[in-house]
């Protein structure tokens, strides 16, 4: 595969990065420990992040041979949409924190590259910057706390121009983030020495990203979470601001769908009732998440659960988030009924350290090990894979 011919040109250093992985060990030099402490970190123990990633390594492929491969397409359709690719970006809130203009940059990508993105509703660009740049993208809410609030954003996100709603489902009370706090990132940001000291012995995101956006675009808000302009990331209230949603319920999401016109998806569910419920309420899609680890930690990884929960929705696309890393783990989730999957951190990470060219590079990668891996395998097409393609690993 090869970058899109009006992406930006690569610095040469990108070719060295072989994996997504490898963006994750070159983000831990170039960022502050604190802006990288809360890209890559997860609640409590992490049981649940190692647990994403044990779940891919619990199945292990069975290729077929004899194949013809050369007519393989990675493409897939979605929401009636060709994509060139069976994964996108999930959303990852204050992206604009740890690359310049991050949601921007990574939006573009994903428009080039023609793959999904979502961006986040605690985001620090304005959701209509965005859609302008990449006219396709998904908008991720966390809701209001009242109906008017959530009536008010969804009028706005619709107004914009988003024609696909993406409503998180998981996070009725804040996480404990204990990692966040041991690598001194809050919410509100607290300036202080530690974190002076931090900016200064990382001079390439101080100047490139941080003061960059200080001098051009100042003090970077919560751009998204209501209809109108949120709180400054310093401001005392933002916790407030963001933590609000413990009465949320299902009426809420009827409410939604009676107003939302477009195609209505919820993400961070991992009970099959769940999914069913949401599904006989009119959704058009759900993503089996537990938040990459980020909210309960013990919760099951979504691969777990995913056969389950497609044998509970088979009328509506069910796609997957989590502890996606490799062409594989794509692979494995769609063998066992995910329609299409999303990645956050590595596209994160890809941006902090490269911008644009760094989420193409991140894109390009994942994409070629996606084509080469169904090529080992024999299959064709994304849609081709079934459960045939999996055995449970061999454990001694």
């Given at each position: 595969?090869s970058?899109?011919?009006?992406?930006?040109a690569?610095?040469?250093w990108?070719?060295?990065?072989?994996?997504?992985d490898?963006?994750e060990?070159?983000?831990?030099?170039?960022?502050?420990r604190?802006?990288?402490?809360y890209?890559?970190g997860?609640?409590?123990t992490?049981?649940?992040?190692r647990?994403?990633r044990?779940?891919f390594?619990?199945w292990?492929m069975?290729?077929?041979?004899?194949?013809?491969?050369?007519?393989r397409?990675?493409?897939?359709?979605l929401f009636?949409?060709?994509?060139a690719?069976?994964?996108?970006?999930?959303?990852?809130?204050l992206?604009?924190?740890?690359?310049?203009?991050g949601?921007?940059v990574?939006a573009?990508a994903a428009q080039?590259e023609?793959i999904?993105?979502?961006?986040?509703?605690?985001?620090l660009?304005r959701l209509?910057?965005?859609?302008?740049?990449?006219?396709g993208?998904w908008f991720q809410a966390?809701?209001?706390g009242?109906d008017?609030?959530?009536l008010a954003?969804?009028?706005?996100?619709k107004t914009?121009?988003?024609?696909?709603l993406?409503?998180t489902?998981d996070?009725?009370?804040?996480a404990?983030?204990e990692?966040?706090?041991?690598?001194?990132?809050t919410?509100?940001?607290?300036p202080?020495?530690?974190?002076?000291w931090?900016?200064l012995?990382h001079p390439?995101?101080?100047?490139g990203?941080?003061?960059r956006?200080?001098l051009?675009?100042?003090?970077p808000h919560?751009?998204n979470?209501y209809a109108?302009?949120?709180?400054?990331?310093l401001?005392?209230?933002v916790?407030?601001?963001?933590?609000d949603?413990?009465?949320?319920?299902?009426?809420?999401l009827?409410?939604?769908?009676?107003?939302w016109?477009?195609?209505?998806?919820?993400?961070g569910?991992?009970?099959a009732?769940d999914?069913?419920?949401a599904?006989d309420e009119g959704?058009?899609?759900?993503?089996?998440?537990?938040h990459g680890?980020?909210q309960l930690d013990?919760?099951a990884?979504?691969?777990?659960?995913?056969?389950?929960?497609?044998?509970?929705?088979?009328?509506?696309?069910?796609?997957?988030?989590?502890?996606?890393r490799?062409?594989?783990?794509?692979l494995?989730?769609l063998?066992?009924?995910?329609?299409?999957?999303?990645?956050g951190r590595?596209f994160a990470f890809?941006?902090?350290?490269?911008?644009e060219?760094?989420?193409?590079r991140a894109?390009?990668?994942?994409?070629?090990?996606?084509?080469?891996?169904m090529?080992?395998?024999?299959v064709?097409?994304?849609?081709?894979?079934?459960?045939?393609?999996l055995?449970?690993a061999?454990?001694?």
């Open positions: 595969m970058r899109s011919a009006d992406a930006p690569a610095p040469r990108l070719q060295g990065l072989l994996c997504l490898d963006f060990a070159e983000a831990r030099r170039h960022l502050p604190p802006v990288f402490g890209v890559a997860a609640a409590e992490n049981q649940s992040l647990a994403n044990a779940s390594q619990a292990e069975v290729p077929r041979v004899l194949v013809d491969i050369t007519p397409d990675t493409g897939v359709e009636g949409q060709r994509y690719a069976p994964f996108g970006v999930a959303p990852m809130g992206a604009a924190l740890s690359a310049y203009r949601d921007l990574i573009q080039r023609n999904p993105f979502v961006l986040s509703g605690s985001s660009i209509e910057e965005v859609i302008a740049v990449n006219p993208a966390y809701l209001p009242d008017a609030g959530i954003l969804l009028e706005r996100v914009a121009g988003y024609r696909t993406v409503i489902l996070t009725p009370a804040a404990n983030r990692s966040n706090l041991r690598a001194g990132f919410i509100p940001v607290r202080g020495p530690a974190l002076a931090q900016g012995t390439r995101w101080l100047f990203t941080f003061l956006t200080l051009r675009h100042g003090m919560f751009e979470s109108t302009r949120g709180a400054p990331i401001s005392p209230h916790e407030r601001n963001l933590s949603r413990g009465h949320l319920n299902w009426r809420h009827q409410m939604i769908r009676r107003v016109g477009g195609e209505l998806v919820v993400k569910v991992l009970d009732r999914a069913r419920r599904a959704v058009d899609g759900v993503i089996v998440s537990n680890g980020r013990g919760a990884a979504p691969l777990a659960v995913l056969p389950r929960i497609v044998e509970a929705c088979p009328g509506i696309p069910v796609m997957l988030d989590s502890g996606v490799r062409g594989s783990d794509v494995k989730a063998a066992l009924g995910a329609r299409f999957v999303f990645v590595p890809a941006a902090a350290v490269a911008g060219a760094g989420a193409h894109i390009d990668l994942l994409r070629s090990e996606v084509s080469r891996n090529a080992l395998m024999g064709l097409r994304p849609e081709d894979l079934d459960p045939s393609h055995i449970p061999q454990r001694n």
